[in-house]
């Protein structure tokens, strides 16, 4: 039996019908199938994000990632504390949860990939990936400093915020540190 489902399974008496449901169906249909393999030791952050992305890319709409995300971070931070794993590999990850008064416009894969072209081509491929892939604005991401920088922590700090950032993204992020250190 897998982690989550024992996790499931001790908790739910405390939640309603609806919200037991809600669970059992996300853990068996689309958790389970993606990274059920996976053991709970071994399972990391880029795992999580490469269950979001094919969510996604499988038109789960973005309240229900944001539940999923939810569900796999609380269940994580029992693990840690159960002495099961060391480190939660689904901190706070940054999912955008849309504002009801607001439409949002979902980028596709290829609509993402388009815009990382075009910003390699004018040397701007970092920051542009930072801002597709962070819950960081724009105007954030023009008044950030090296300093802001974590990268043994996979994290961004800025204000009073700390996001949680791809290794993809560490990576882009070194390498034009490395060109530009001023």
């Known amino acids: 039996k897998s982690w989550l489902n024992c996790w499931h ?5 405390r939640w309603s019908q609806v919200t037991r449901r809600a669970y059992r169906s996300l853990i ?22 490469a269950l979001y992305v094919e969510l996604s ?16 971070r609380t269940s994580l931070e029992h693990a840690c504390l159960s002495g099961y794993i060391r480190k939660n590999p689904a901190p706070e990850f940054n999912i955008l949860v849309p504002d009801e008064t607001q439409s949002v416009m979902r980028l596709k894969k290829t609509q993402i990939d ?7 081509k004018r040397n701007v491929v970092a920051i542009v990936h930072l801002g597709l892939t962070s819950e960081f604005r724009q105007a954030d991401l023009f008044e950030m400093q090296w300093s802001n920088l974590h990268p ?29 250190p001023q």
């Open 9 to 13: 399974d001790a908790n739910s008496p």
């Open 28 to 49: 068996q249909h689309h958790i389970v199938p993606e990274i059920g393999h996976i053991r709970l030791s071994a399972l990391t952050e880029k795992d999580l994000q």
């Open 57 to 72: 890319e499988n038109d789960m709409n973005v309240r229900t990632l944001w539940c999923i995300h939810a569900m796999l």
């Open 114 to 120: 388009a815009y990382l072209s075009e910003a390699e």
């Open 152 to 180: 043994e922590d996979l994290e961004i700090e800025y204000g009073k915020r700390r996001c949680a950032i791809s290794e993809k993204t560490r990576e882009l992020l070194i390498a034009e540190r490395q060109r530009h």
